[in-house]
């Protein structure tokens, strides 16, 4: 073998290793389950390298070390195809979704946007690890487990959960850099102003609120003593300013069922809602894991469309979209905004009434319209039956699994394909 070939070998090994590093990285130590075929090509190779290309190569002399490398760096490649296939995250995650049909493309895209951090505390008699974190640029899913004797046993999946006293927090400076990103937008979209001396008032309000509202209210999966959850926040990556990757702390403490077992929130005798305050803690704390996200696969965004259709005699008219690795987004124009109080305006009954379900039904055929999607391999992703928010200008559509959204070339708006390619392409 040559030194070229020698060398060819080996970057051929070491691009693979470095392309799959982390999801390698994120597997159990152990034997991939191979076909019996695999396996025995794959010892064919490695025992006899030269035996095996003499036969594929039909008894010729001249052995072809490239070919060999090729093959063999294939051969890597496939187990660490495999370790993507099988890697953690779609377990840690599974309500994210898994591609049926390809599942390795939706492993490898959760990796790819994933951080795998496996970081236990314990305190007393309980211990919370967290297994990984997922961020798409706009929220941050976020995967760990409570194991404790304390947990009470009517404690089930989707039981109540009080996590008033839980947290995710950013480092501090990057809290600022963050909230300054917000107020930023904040006023290019209000057209406000404000004074130096208001803006000061603005950041510090906006710090002592905190910047990551962090939604426990359910439980998750139990067995036996571990609680798993899956929980995600808002995140929005292009408030950040010069953070790339943000180091946030898991902060939990008295997480507990609800008073007197019952729900999130309970009236009152005027009819008001009251939080009825935590009833049995079962983790005490306080735990705070501290972690560092991997840089997400950042969203795109299309603008310049021109979509108008009709639904449930709603007119709706689609002037762009925003694709991140989780979840598709339509703009569209406020249908309402007609029928919005002008300044010192005082709307009657009957408006109220008439505001109230355009708004409704704004919300409901806006979601109706967003069908699906089209990728570069031609494949139909369907999501009608995927949950779906947003709001009188917005509205948001989860994907089945995870999908790259570079990979994304059309969208379904009311069975009007919109190709994206036409319209003007804005990368965070």
């Not at 890697?87 to 049909?101: A, E, M, N, T």
């Not at 570069?376 to 949950?387: I, K, P």
């Amino acid at each position: 073998m040559t030194q070229f070939d020698g060398l060819l070998r080996r970057a051929l090994m070491d691009a693979n290793l470095a392309q799959y590093e982390r999801a390698l990285q994120s597997v159990e130590a152990r034997e991939p389950d191979f076909s019996p075929g695999y396996l025995r090509e794959r010892m064919r190779v490695l025992a006899d390298p030269q035996g095996w290309a003499r036969r594929r190569s039909g008894g010729r002399r001249r052995l072809d070390w490239r070919l060999i490398a090729i093959v063999a760096a294939l051969l890597l490649l496939s187990a660490c195809a495999y370790a993507v296939v099988t890697g953690q995250f779609s377990q840690w995650f599974p309500r994210l979704g898994v591609d049926p049909k390809a599942p390795e493309v939706s492993e490898e895209v959760l990796n790819r946007t994933g951080t795998a951090i496996e970081q236990s505390q314990t305190v007393g008699d309980a211990t919370v690890t967290l297994h990984a974190a997922v961020w798409d640029g706009s929220d941050v899913w976020l995967s760990f487990a409570i194991e404790s004797p304390d947990i009470p046993e009517e404690v089930r999946q989707y039981t109540p959960i009080y996590g008033g006293d839980c947290r995710l927090l950013l480092r501090d400076d990057q809290s600022e850099e963050y909230a300054r990103g917000m107020l930023k937008e904040h006023y290019a979209f209000t057209g406000e102003a404000p004074s130096p001396e208001q803006q000061v008032a603005d950041l510090q309000d906006r710090l002592e609120m905190g910047m990551i509202m962090l939604g426990i209210t359910h439980a998750g999966e139990r067995e036996g003593n571990v609680l798993t959850f899956q929980i995600n926040a808002m995140l929005i990556s292009r408030w950040f300013t010069e953070t790339k990757r943000p180091e946030l702390t898991l902060h939990l403490e008295n997480l507990a069922t609800y008073a007197d077992g019952k729900g999130e929130s309970i009236l009152d005798e005027n009819g008001y809602a009251q939080n009825p305050g935590p009833g049995t803690v079962f983790l005490e704390g306080p735990f705070d894991l501290t972690f560092t996200l991997e840089e997400p696969i950042l969203p795109i965004s299309y603008e310049g469309a021109d979509v108008r259709v009709t639904v449930m005699d709603v007119p709706l008219h689609f002037t762009g979209f925003k694709l991140s690795a989780l979840e598709l987004t339509a703009f569209f124009d406020d249908p309402t905004e007609p029928l919005l109080p002008k300044p010192g305006e005082t709307l009657t009954p009957e408006q109220e009434s008439k505001l109230r379900r355009m708004m409704e039904d704004t919300f409901l055929v806006s979601g109706e319209s967003v069908r699906g999607l089209w990728t570069e391999d031609g494949n139909y992703v369907d999501l009608t039956s995927s949950g779906y928010s947003g709001g009188s200008d917005a509205i948001s559509r989860n994907y089945p699994y995870p999908i790259d959204p570079a990979t994304v070339t059309a969208v379904d708006i009311a069975g009007i394909r919109v190709e994206l390619s036409e319209l003007e392409r804005m990368d965070e």
